[in-house]
């Protein structure tokens, strides 16, 4: 099968490079000229523009921004939809509104191609690894034509719905992971004021009912102030706006997940948006009135 990929950041560039080990036929466009050459020098062809992407390609996978970038790139003038043959399957796997989402797949419909929202949860680790779990919005047909290449990406791949649904997923995902990673701060710097050692008691507690991927994964970036960005604050604050506008959409309560975004807000307007979002526990330190040492060497 011949892909197409657009969209070569933390997330991106990886779940490329797993698509060309699986023997896929890749090619890759993006904004950032760096990660094309380090992709192109694995084996990927470099698309000139969308057009040179989108013609020919059986399917083509977006992993952008957000939701004006992806109108943009899919619906624009000159954009994928614009050039993809009929039959194309286009798989955005960015996390964006799910009326984006709606939109895009009302519009390949009218080209004779097929549209997946499939966004991913599995953080810079899971892209590196293959091992996303993909969460797929749209037809099930469209799916199953392009479910080898999200095999190539991902090892959880889960149809939930219409065009939209993967979307909706994600934004539960995100107040999922936003609200455990607050209470895990929270936790931390309890441990570490009442004089505990953190790193034996996080040890403990994943062997109990309060074990997860985000204990195992972030409490150790917390205890050794690691905030190196696999997820960063800035991006995990835009995805508590999609929470936030579908909770509102359908008169559902989601109380922490606007005190998250509160918190989240807070560590982008004092400068720490690029961190990864495990630094919303330099904002519980902060305060508690206890300060340390920033990933940067800062305070």
Same mark, same amino acid.
């Given at each position: 099968?011949?892909?197409?990929?657009? #969209?070569? #950041?933390?997330?991106?560039?990886?779940?490329?490079?797993?698509?060309?080990?699986?023997?896929?036929?890749?090619? +890759?466009?993006?904004?950032?000229?760096?990660?094309?050459?380090?992709?192109?020098?694995?084996?990927?062809?470099?698309?000139?523009?969308?057009?040179?992407?989108?013609?020919?390609?059986?399917?083509?996978?977006?992993?952008?921004?957000?939701?004006?970038?992806?109108?943009?790139?899919?619906?624009?003038?000159?954009?994928?939809?614009?050039?993809?043959?009929?039959?194309? +399957?286009?798989?955005?796997?960015?996390?964006?509104?799910?009326?984006?989402?709606?939109?895009?797949?009302?519009?390949?419909?009218?080209?004779?191609?097929?549209?997946?929202?499939?966004? +991913? =949860? /599995?953080?810079?680790? /899971?892209?590196?690894?293959?091992?996303?779990?993909?969460?797929?919005?749209?037809?099930?047909?469209?799916?199953?034509?392009?479910?080898?290449?999200?095999?190539?990406? #991902?090892?959880?791949?889960?149809?939930? /719905?219409?065009?939209?649904? /993967?979307?909706?997923?994600?934004?539960?995902?995100?107040?999922?992971?936003?609200?455990?990673?607050?209470?895990?701060?929270?936790? +931390?710097?309890?441990?570490?004021?009442?004089?505990?050692?953190?790193?034996?008691?996080?040890?403990?507690?994943?062997?109990?009912?309060?074990?997860?991927?985000?204990?195992?994964?972030?409490?150790?970036?917390?205890?050794?102030?690691?905030?190196?960005?696999?997820?960063?604050?800035?991006?995990?604050?835009?995805?508590?706006?999609?929470?936030?506008?579908?909770?509102?959409?359908?008169?559902?309560?989601?109380?922490?997940?606007?005190?998250?975004?509160?918190?989240?807000? =807070?560590?982008?307007?004092?400068?720490?948006?690029?961190?990864?979002?495990?630094?919303?526990?330099?904002?519980?330190?902060?305060?508690?009135?206890?300060? =340390?040492?920033?990933?940067?060497?800062?305070?």
């Amino acid at each position: 099968m011949r892909v197409g990929f657009v #969209g070569l #950041g933390i997330m991106g560039k990886p779940m490329a490079r797993n698509l060309l080990r699986a023997g896929f036929e890749v090619t +890759v466009f993006s904004r950032s000229p760096g990660p094309v050459e380090e992709v192109v020098a694995d084996g990927a062809r470099r698309a000139t523009s969308l057009a040179d992407l989108a013609a020919g390609r059986d399917v083509v996978i977006t992993m952008i921004l957000d939701s004006p970038d992806v109108e943009a790139v899919v619906l624009g003038a000159d954009g994928i939809l614009d050039h993809a043959d009929p039959g194309t +399957v286009i798989v955005d796997m960015s996390t964006v509104r799910p009326e984006t989402a709606r939109k895009v797949a009302a519009a390949a419909a009218a080209k004779g191609c097929g549209a997946l929202d499939a966004p +991913v =949860s /599995g953080g810079d680790v /899971g892209a590196r690894e293959g091992t996303l779990s993909i969460m797929v919005g749209g037809e099930a047909a469209d799916l199953e034509r392009a479910r080898p290449v999200l095999e190539a990406m #991902g090892t959880t791949i889960e149809h939930v /719905g219409p065009a939209g649904a /993967g979307q909706t997923v994600k934004a539960a995902n995100q107040l999922i992971i936003s609200g455990t990673l607050a209470v895990l701060a929270e936790a +931390v710097v309890m441990l570490e004021a009442c004089g505990v050692d953190p790193t034996t008691a996080l040890r403990v507690l994943d062997g109990g009912m309060a074990q997860s991927r985000i204990l195992e994964r972030k409490g150790p970036q917390m205890v050794e102030r690691r905030f190196d960005p696999g997820f960063r604050v800035d991006l995990h604050l835009k995805d508590m706006g999609i929470v936030l506008a579908t909770a509102r959409e359908r008169d559902v309560a989601v109380p922490v997940a606007g005190l998250v975004t509160q918190l989240l807000a =807070s560590l982008q307007a004092t400068g720490r948006g690029t961190l990864d979002h495990s630094a919303l526990f330099l904002l519980t330190e902060e305060l508690s009135g206890r300060r =340390s040492e920033r990933s940067d060497g800062s305070r």
